[in-house]
């Protein structure tokens, strides 16, 4: 075969952010046009089942273009693992090795998706063996596009992102989140609005993981904080955050890595002061 004839059947030669970034938007716009429609029938039935459809569909979208690029690559999504943090931890356990790792959640802010809080997020991560390369979170709804390349710098719109300038919690605006159905983490996040609230300038909690670890990297947030969550939460994000300046760790104050479940992230300058106060209120998620 010449070259000429080579080049026209590559089709794997497009980067890998390129590709994140296309199937990201791709999906999002989908999901958006299943916003309404589904708000509307879930009122007659299961809406639990109506957006399982949509995260299914949108899962099963992303792998498909993920895979017409990049065959080779190994896949990890939400929609692809059985419930609860046994089968997460177990699904990342055997993934986390392969040379290319996509990570996928298809929509990060169900709940929100149920019932049309219009935030919530395609949040898409390419690992290289058990490191994280390329990271694109995409908000639909604000049509915003959060993408970060390791060792490149985050953008929005073009634009390099930067975490804010705060120093003290008296300044920081943070967030932190409720992962739905998990009882046992609900007192400890209970502990840990009641010590923070007094410390901040004030708390949002808008319901997407991938979306506050962006707004972390956008500098819209000071830090944010969540115990309970999964890789595909906090993959992409995690980038973000790193590539703006920021600072990713679990609750306890160790770097971030893909199996961490309870995450601290900030603009850097509050790291140590959350973390300080997380830990004195026994709010860590981790066992004292
Ligand atoms: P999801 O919408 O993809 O489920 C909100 O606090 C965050 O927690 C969201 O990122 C949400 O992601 C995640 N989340 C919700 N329920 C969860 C659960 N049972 N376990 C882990 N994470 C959950
Ligand atoms: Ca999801």
């Known amino acids: 075969m010449s070259n000429d004839q080579k080049e026209i059947y590559t089709i794997g030669s497009k980067s890998y952010t390129a590709v994140a970034i296309n199937t990201a938007a791709k999906a999002g716009e989908w999901i958006k046009l299943k916003l309404g429609a589904h708000a509307r ?8 089942d109506l ?3 949509v995260d299914r569909g949108s899962e099963a979208l992303i792998r498909n273009l993920i895979k017409t690029h990049f065959p080779d690559h190994a896949f990890l999504g939400e929609e692809g693992v059985g419930s609860g943090p046994e089968a997460s931890v177990k699904a990342l356990q055997e ?7 996509w990570i996928v959640d298809p929509i990060d802010g169900t709940t929100n998706f149920v019932h049309g809080f219009p935030f919530f997020s395609v949040s898409i991560a390419l690992a290289h063996r058990g490191e994280v390369i390329v990271g694109v979170v995409y908000d639909p709804i604000h049509d915003e596009l959060f993408v970060a390349e390791k060792g490149k710098g985050a953008y929005l719109k073009g634009k390099p992102m930067r975490v804010s300038a705060e120093a003290r919690l008296s300044d920081s605006l943070v967030a932190t989140g409720f992962p739905a159905g998990t009882h046992t983490t609900l007192p400890v996040n209970m502990k840990g609005l009641q010590s923070i609230a007094p410390h901040v300038r004030n708390i949002r909690v808008v319901g997407s993981a991938a979306l506050h670890m962006a707004y972390v990297a956008a500098g819209r947030l000071s830090g944010f904080w969540e115990i309970g969550l999964n890789s595909w939460d906090l993959a992409a994000g995690a980038l973000l955050v790193k590539e703006a300046g920021g600072e990713v760790t679990d609750t306890m104050g160790r770097s971030y890595s893909l199996p961490v479940r309870h995450v601290l992230a900030t ?6 002061e959350l973390q300080l106060q997380l830990a004195a209120a026994d709010a860590t998620g981790y066992e004292a």
């Not at 029938?41 to 639990?48: G, M, R, W």
């Not at 993934?95 to 790792?101: M, Q, S, T």
């Not at 603009?267 to 140590?272: A, F, Q, T, V, Y």
């Open 41 to 48: 029938l879930d009122l007659k039935s299961s809406s639990q």
């Open 51 to 53: 957006v399982t459809e």
């Open 95 to 101: 993934a986390i090795g392969e040379d290319y790792l």
């Open 267 to 272: 603009n850097g300058g509050i790291h140590r």
